[in-house]
């Protein structure tokens, strides 16, 4: 089962090609009676099974029930601190006026704005506990407002809060994991939904507004051109838009008090307010487009002393960023908080190890593109800390602690978005530069390696392991994350290939195995009853045909694209 590539995802594969042995080494183990074998098929029914009953019917009828107020408080109050901080979508005090109203009034409140709050509770409830035990409840919300945004009353709800919505509806699906692989398509008709409304012209060309009206609209159409942006990198596909496609400028240096007033003075870029972090990443818009065309266009390909230059551009300007905040923590109760710090350090790295992606297989066999291995792993491990920080080592820069926040952990391991993605990515190309040094290292004796990357790998194990028990329903992160430590574990004993070819077979069965034990937990879970597949008989026989079609997995099935190897059929056709 062969898949044409049509997006400039490659250089998502540079990491894992470098394990493509793996899965012929194993092949003579994978017959179709195999245990291992079964157990996917069982891992892969349970999935699907799983995800079906998290599925509400469509269409999903919008209602105006609220959960209790405290609870809706606290998902409320995590969705403002965490993703409104970066991605400006709403007006806080004004949101939160007409949150509080609501509880208050006997009446009916307005459905349009019941399904913003909604949204914003699904997307706090990836980050509401370590469990996301509000998974069933956040994907109806989403449905729910899929459905209302869906009915056929397009043209007169052609205004701000529409476009609001469709906003927090975009990011939802990506975080809650509603057809999160279609957001690149869903980003194409929210860019032409602003530009039917004007958004994409400045507010100066258009007829006189408020303060408050003209501040908002910049700041919408900046959350829409960054989603763009963000979609294109995770697809694959070119960014929708260019430079010359607006001249919306930038919004001001503002808090959202100050744009209630006529106008304000906007303070320096210096200076921390709540337009702070997605300011930071606006300076830093152009340079990142231009990275999003040179991965995904189909142009002729970029020479690597461009690749160099940009390289060097967006540090300077990130170092300019970076720099600003810290002159803010000096004798500054008003700092950025840690989700927000964390957060643009892992967007900004995230460009530039997509920027050297390319380059990395060249630089494990020529030193003339050494710098870019060098950008990668340290960047790689910089994003695998940002996210799930190893336990065994405290830094990996001398005096650079690079803290976590548990709002990006959980983000990372409870939600879909592309957070998880790039860091199973980090994960195997931690993996690849163990690999290349072990198979550099010449000599007698035990090869030398970095204590942190392979502190880093083990724990990425448990915490691939730990998503299937928040309710991941892919295994196949695991799997591979198990495959590529064990033969990691081979190589350094020195051990023949049939050797590791046997143990990596033990491996995967292993693996597979403690999966599976996941899977039916948390399928007993949704069906309130014993889901041991033995005990009730295997797979029921018709059910197994579906199993070889699409399925939604943690990463696109693009990220795990093999070639054409007729050798390693059984990965394609299983998973």
């Known amino acids: 089962m062969h898949k044409t590539r049509l997006f400039g995802q490659s250089h998502w594969m540079n990491g894992i090609a470098q394990f493509l042995d793996i899965l012929e080494m194993i092949e003579p183990y994978t017959q179709a009676d195999s245990k291992m074998i079964r157990d996917l098929q069982r891992c892969k029914y349970l999935g699907k099974m799983i995800k079906s009953q998290r599925t509400p019917p469509w269409p999903t009828v919008p209602t105006t029930d609220l959960p209790p107020k405290e609870l809706a408080d606290t998902l409320v109050d995590i969705y403002l601190r965490t993703i409104e901080s970066v991605y400006r979508t709403l007006h806080i005090p004004t949101f939160r006026r007409d949150y509080e109203a609501i509880w208050g009034v006997n009446t009916a409140p307005d459905m349009a704005f019941v399904i913003q709050i909604k949204l914003v509770m699904a997307i706090g409830a990836s980050i509401y506990d370590d469990n996301f035990s509000l998974r069933a409840l956040a994907t109806r919300w989403v449905y729910e ?100 496609d607006f001249d919306t400028q930038p919004p001001g240096n503002l808090d959202d008090e100050q744009i209630m007033t006529e106008d304000p003075m906007p303070r320096s870029d210096e200076t921390l307010t709540e337009m702070s972090i997605a300011l930071a990443l606006r300076r830093m818009f152009p340079l990142r487009l231009v990275i999003a065309r040179v991965l995904n266009g189909i142009g002729a390909p970029t020479p690597y002393g461009e690749i160099i230059r940009i390289d060097e551009e967006l540090r300077r300007l990130y170092k300019t960023t970076c720099r600003n905040f810290q002159a803010q923590n000096t ?39 050494a710098f870019s291995r060098r950008v990668i792993v340290d960047t790689a491990m910089r994003i695998r800390y940002l996210i799930y920080p190893p336990s065994k080592i405290s830094s990996f820069i001398p005096g650079d602690p690079m803290p976590t926040g548990q709002d990006l952990a959980r983000l990372a391991k409870c939600g879909s978005a592309p957070f998880r993605t790039c860091s199973t990515q980090s994960c195997f190309l931690i993996a690849s530069e163990l690999k290349a040094q072990l198979q550099e290292e010449e000599g007698p004796g035990p090869v030398p390696l970095r204590q942190d990357l392979l502190s880093a790998l083990d724990d990425a194990k448990g915490w691939a392991l730990g998503c299937l028990e928040v309710g991941e329903t892919n295994t196949k992160g695991y799997l591979f994350l198990s495959l590529v430590a064990m033969q990691i574990d081979g190589l350094r004993r020195g051990l023949a290939k049939d050797q590791i070819a046997e143990l990596l077979a033990k491996t995967a069965e292993d693996a597979q195995a403690r999966a599976l034990v996941v899977m039916e937990e948390k399928a007993a879970e949704v069906q309130g009853t014993d889901m041991n597949l033995e005990n009730m008989g295997g797979i029921p026989d018709e059910s197994i045909p579906n199993l070889m079609g699409d399925w939604d997995f943690m990463m696109p099935d693009t990220h795990f694209y093999f070639g054409d190897s007729d050798t390693i059929n059984w990965v394609n056709t299983v998973l």
Request: hydrophobic share 45%.
């Open 145 to 244: 407002a899929q459905s209302w945004v869906s009915e056929p009353q397009f043209k007169r709800r052609l205004d701000v809060q529409f476009l609001q919505t469709n906003i927090l509806l975009l990011l939802a699906r990506e975080i809650v994991g509603v057809d999160g692989g279609l957001i690149w398509i869903a980003a194409g008709q929210l860019i032409r939904l602003a530009t039917y409304m004007g958004f994409h012209r400045d507010p100066v060309y258009l007829p006189k507004r408020t303060t408050f009206i003209c501040e908002m609209r910049r700041r919408i159409w900046n959350t829409v051109i960054e989603i763009a942006l963000q979609t294109s990198m995770e697809s694959g596909g070119p960014p929708l838009l260019g430079l010359e």
């Open 331 to 369: 004798g500054n109760t008003n700092t950025p908080s840690l989700f927000q710090t964390s957060l643009l350090d892992y967007l900004v790295r995230r460009y530039l190890m997509a920027l050297h992606m390319p380059f990395f297989a060249l630089a494990l066999q020529e030193t003339a593109y």
